[in-house]
């Protein structure tokens, strides 16, 4: 069975730009949640879909927004990159609630120069 | 904020020993799920090991275990037999309530197996 799968795995882009990431979940997964880690935050929630619907969205600017498809693939969008926005960001997936394990995926490394 | 906390940034342990990261936790939720993640230098999280907070027994894998103590709010991982590819970060997670699946994660703890 494959895992999660981020594309892409790099990518660098300059301020004022936009960026979209991807994550395709583990097959039969249908819940995807994003993470952004950074050397001083450290790993935080972005949000989290399921069923195409967002269940839950963590304290980041509207800038940053997502979303599912119908085949739980997820996207995450970042508009008017800022510098601050450099981060490994993370998607993991699980079947869906009421479930234990959360699988990530490689992770993206996006640098804003 | 309900907080992680891993209270060892960086810890070096000798090959084939065994090996205990500590994680302690607030929560006031009734019912919550606790995570560790191994994450490598290539940046992916590799999942480890669960413990769900009403389960009556601790959590083995192979060789992983997590050491919880529900009435002390901890929930420590031990390696045993370390190896060198145990080397790397890892982060002990909580699941704010059961059905949310946000995770809350620690700061982190640098382990580095020397031969």
């Known amino acids: 069975k494959a895992g999660v799968t981020q594309t892409p795995r790099y990518l660098i882009k300059t301020r004022g730009q936009q960026v979209t990431l991807s994550c395709s979940p583990i097959s039969g997964h249908r819940s995807v949640s994003w993470y952004q880690q950074t050397p001083g935050q450290g790993l935080q929630f972005l949000f989290e879909?399921?069923?195409?619907?967002?269940?839950n969205k963590g304290n980041f600017p509207g800038r940053f927004s997502g979303r599912q498809f119908s085949n739980s693939r997820s996207e995450m969008n970042v508009s008017t990159l800022e510098l601050g926005d450099s981060a490994l960001y993370l998607c993991?997936?699980?079947?869906?609630?009421?479930?234990?394990?959360?699988?990530f995926g490689e992770g993206s490394r996006l640098t804003v120069l | 904020a309900q907080k992680i906390t891993q209270t060892q940034p960086g810890m070096f342990v000798q090959e084939k020993e065994a090996v205990t990261l500590d994680c302690t936790y607030d929560t006031s939720d009734p019912s919550y799920g606790l995570f560790w993640y191994k994450q490598p230098s290539s940046g992916e999280m590799i999942f480890l090991i669960y413990q769900g907070s009403y389960d009556q027994q601790n959590a083995t894998e192979g060789r992983y275990s997590l050491n919880f103590q529900k009435a002390r709010k901890s929930a420590n991982l031990v390696i045993s037999a370390s190896q060198l590819g145990d080397s790397a970060m890892y982060f002990c997670?909580?699941?704010?309530?059961?059905?949310?699946?946000?995770?809350?994660f620690g700061t982190g703890t640098r382990l580095t197996i020397i031969p």
């Open positions: 993991a997936s699980n079947e869906g609630p009421e479930t234990g394990e959360l699988f």
């Open positions: 997670a909580r699941r704010a309530n059961f059905g949310n699946e946000k995770l809350t």
């Open positions: 879909y399921f069923s195409e619907t967002q269940r």
